[in-house]
């Protein structure tokens, strides 16, 4: 039974190994572990990865023409509520819309290694409810220690959007959350140690998604007090993989078509691919420069607007509108559960 949702190639350079990559990268060279991320480095990660992976997930829902007269009036109402909900909380104050925003991020950032780790046993066709619960848990654990030691670590050299988007909790919570971390992610590593002696298959896919995951989360915001060394694991190991799976669920469906998605979606295309959503990224971190943070001119050019408070409680929402809307769809668009058909035979190339 083939355990990997395309390849074991496909799947180790491209959904597994780009954590396990950045993990190593920062150990291993120390201008990664500098306190703030040099402006090539913003350009490369943030808005060649992290931008461009939020707009990549266009090809998976607006620009399918099937997939969005299916669902038409959930892709059309959702920019317009976050829109209305955006302007609502920033009127609030902009540190609470930040604080709300940094959380569903976590949240969407977190709820995507634990969605690897479900289509891994998916593939797999593990049905068993005690390893479900383990599997759970090793994956929520690898991720919700660092954050809770980032919660109770004041003074850290990075943040998720903007300082002081994270509440602070009292110290001893960190040491807590660590002691159940270890436990668990200590019982997930002797389950599959137990069926290793056993001569059961594993399933490396979901071992390398947990492993990875926890590798990148310590050493992103644990090991190192880094901008960049958060940067590059937190990026990388998100985005990266998130592309490669919507590339492979395009290439599969737009096979048959001839049209300029069964071309984009061509592996000697794949930097067509990419491209495209890159272009759409630069435009909107040009936008978000010029009219907001003013930071980085070097790149679109020192010309932009001071805005007044008035405006920016307008504006904000409108420039966030990519990143949240992407937040609301990717909860249902990659589920199992029958609301998204073919989804198996795109991802994993026929039914089982």
Known sequence: MNRWIHSPRFDGILIVGPAAVSALAVLLLPPLQVERTPPWGWLLLVVGVDVTHVWSSLYRTYLDPEEFRRRRHRYLLTPIVCFAVGVVVYSLGSLVFWRVLAYLAVLHFVRQQ???????????GERDAADAVLDKAAIYASMLYPLAYWHATPGRAFAWFVAGDFFTLPRWTAGAVGLLYAAVLAAFAARQLQR???GESLNWGKIGIVASTAATWYIGIVAFNSDFAFTVTNVVAHGVPYMALVWLYGRRKWAAERSW??????????????????????????????????EHGVFFGDAGAV?????????????????????????????????????????FGAPR
Not at 114 to 124: E, K, L, N, S
Not at 327 to 339: E, M, R, T
């Open 114 to 124: 634990y969605g690897f780790v479900m289509v891994y046993r998916h593939r797999a």
């Open 196 to 198: 290793a002696l056993r």
């Open 261 to 294: 998605r069964t071309r984009v979606h061509r592996p000697a295309l794949a930097g067509l691919f990419v491209g495209l959503a890159a272009f759409l990224a630069y435009l909107e971190e040009g936008a978000w420069d010029a009219l907001v943070w003013h």
């Open 307 to 347: 805005l007044p408070d008035v405006l920016l409680a307008l504006v904000v929402p409108a420039l966030i509108l990519p990143q949240a809307t992407h937040y609301i769809l990717d909860a249902w668009i990659w589920k199992f559960d029958g609301s998204n058909p073919g989804l198996r035979e795109y991802l």
